[in-house]
């Protein structure tokens, strides 16, 4: 059973939005933390987003705090990115992880990562 699986990316214009879905396998979701995490070519893989599964705490990278919301959805085991306001910047391969805790994640470490999916941004 594949642990993370993403969806939802596509193609956007500037100022535009999108919802990202990870729908998680039971065995992934009891995780306590999950969270986002974008690349672009040629570059580090970022932090975005965590949240916790006990309370639902989140967290956020400044980079898209304001413009970007995490949540979750324990009956259907899934956590969802939120994105409002879309810039060409965003333009990268997004990814769902889960870790034990979301000290983890913000320290850009994940124990599942899912295979990613495209979100381009064209201004």
């Known amino acids: 059973q594949v642990p993370l699986v993403e969806s939802g990316g596509g193609l956007v214009q500037a100022g535009g939005s999108l919802r990202l879905s990870c729908a998680a396998s039971?065995?992934?979701?009891?995780?306590?933390?999950m969270g986002w995490f974008r690349q672009a070519p040629g570059k580090e893989r970022e932090f975005l987003a965590a949240?916790?599964?006990?309370?639902?705490?989140?967290y956020y990278a400044d980079s898209v705090k304001g413009r970007f919301t995490i949540a979750r959805d324990n009956a259907k085991i899934t956590v969802y990115l939120q994105m409002t306001g879309l810039k060409p910047e965003d333009t990268a391969v997004y990814y769902c992880?889960?870790?034990?805790?979301?000290?983890?994640?913000?320290?850009?470490?994940?124990?599942?990562w899912g295979q990613g999916t495209q979100v381009t941004v064209s201004s």
């Open positions: 992880a889960a870790a034990p805790d979301t000290m983890r994640l913000r320290r850009n470490f994940a124990d599942h």
């Open positions: 949240i916790t599964r006990t309370f639902g705490d989140t």
């Open positions: 039971g065995r992934t979701y009891r995780n306590e933390a």
